[in-house]
């Protein structure tokens, strides 16, 4: 691609980007809206929902807003590397921060019984089981990046309005599917062993890891070398960071489990 076609072409992504990321927005900003308001609600009904949740909802939704609207959503539409930026933003950072916030549990308290137990009876329906799960999170999440990177989509997403939106939407909710199957914040009613969970978290990792290689040494097409080899920088060392913090949790949170038990276990052998 030569350096005209290639200003031309982020000319291009840049002016389609500019109402296509404001509509991107909107659910974020609504979202939010409804949560501080939900906050509100519960706080009249039980005890205080804790401020470090709201906190980390505002930041999830600072995060997601960032990647889709502003100075680096604009610099998305023509650097790739700034791409990878939006990316770690919207499609990891984001849904960490979201799912740390507990959304369901907050939704539970707000709704009222009935509506409660609709709610309790979707999050338990076999749907939900499925994308809920680690195998299926992954799938959806790692081979969805490797299908945009690896195929004309990148390239496509941006000269069609709608693939654009479709890919953008896809990255947030396959990245908060992977989370939420991976660390429990919110209760749920399918958990995947602490091992099970450990295991595909292991292989995603790799899926990522090697897709950034990929990216490093084949660029996207239409993605100059340079900002590719930038981009996948930017992808494997950023992912890493995010990835770890996860791990942290997870690792915390079986430590927690199995604790008691160890406990229990010494005590009873010293009755013995």
């Known amino acids: 691609m030569s350096m005209l076609t290639h200003i031309h072409h982020g000319h291009h992504q840049a002016v389609m980007g500019d109402w296509t990321s404001q509509l991107l927005v909107v659910p974020f900003i609504l979202a939010l809206i409804l949560y501080l308001v939900a906050v509100k609600l519960s706080n009249r009904a039980y005890t205080r929902w804790p401020f470090r949740r709201t906190l980390l909802f505002i930041a999830g939704t600072i995060c997601a807003v960032s990647a889709l609207a502003g100075p680096l959503a604009e610099m998305a539409h023509m650097d790739f590397s700034y791409h990878m930026y939006a990316h770690l933003l919207l499609g990891m950072l984001a849904p960490l921060l979201l799912a740390l916030s507990a959304p369901m549990t907050l939704l539970m308290r707000t709704l009222n019984v009935n509506a409660s137990r609709k709610l309790s009876g979707l999050l338990k329906s076999k749907p939900i089981s499925v994308v809920t799960d680690p195998i299926v ?21 941006h000269q069609n309005v709608w693939l654009y939106l479709l890919v953008h939407l896809h990255v947030f909710l396959a990245g908060y599917l992977f989370t939420i199957s991976l660390i429990y914040i919110d209760p749920t009613a399918h958990r995947r062993s602490y091992l099970y969970r450990a295991i595909i978290f292991v292989l995603a990792l790799a899926g990522h890891g090697i897709l950034s290689k990929f990216i490093y040494s084949r660029p996207p097409m239409g993605v100059p070398m340079e900002q590719a080899q930038s981009g996948a920088m930017i992808m494997y060392y950023g992912g890493d960071i995010i990835d770890a913090v996860i791990l942290f949790i997870l690792c915390l949170h079986w430590y927690k489990a199995t604790r008691p038990k160890a406990i229990g276990g010494a005590v009873l052998e010293g009755k013995a």
């Open 137 to 157: 999170a992954t799938v959806l999440n790692i081979g969805g990046l490797w299908l945009l990177y690896t195929t004309p989509l990148y390239e496509a997403m």
